[in-house]
């Protein structure tokens, strides 16, 4: 098991950029495929990016391609999602996910979630 706690949600307006963060408990951290989720109220949550256990690989969910980047530090135990070029569509609450399988879009394949973090775009 790992612990997620994210960070780093707020209120932007359109156009502007965050960067979120998630740290990860435990010495495991860099066995782990990391991804980031969001939730629309009263719908499944939804894939955003994820990253393999080295970094080396990356998905990005269509809507989000050319504008959100994802990536890793091992030896600080933390998965970020950079957010530019931001949508009032963007508004959600983002989920960070662990998975000791492979990288994956599917979140019923990762066993492990943070508490999610408010992202805000207003127009």
């Known amino acids: 098991q790992v612990q997620l706690v994210e960070s780093g949600g707020g209120l932007v307006q359109a156009g502007g950029s965050l960067r979120l963060s998630c740290a990860a408990s435990?010495?495991?951290?860099?066995?782990?495929?990391m991804a980031w989720f969001r939730q629309p109220p009263g719908e499944e949550r939804e894939f955003v990016a994820a990253i393999s256990q080295s970094g080396s690989s990356t998905s990005l969910a269509n809507s989000v391609k050319g504008r959100f980047t994802i990536s890793r530090d091992n030896d600080k135990n933390t998965v970020y999602l950079q957010m530019n070029s931001l949508k009032t569509e963007d508004t959600n609450v983002y989920y960070c996910?662990?998975?000791?399988?492979?990288?994956?879009?599917?979140?019923?394949?990762?066993?492990?979630w943070g508490q999610g973090t408010q992202v805000t775009v207003s127009s």
């Open positions: 435990g010495r495991t951290f860099s066995s782990y495929a």
């Open positions: 996910a662990a998975t000791n399988l492979h990288l994956s879009a599917l979140h019923y394949e990762y066993g492990n």
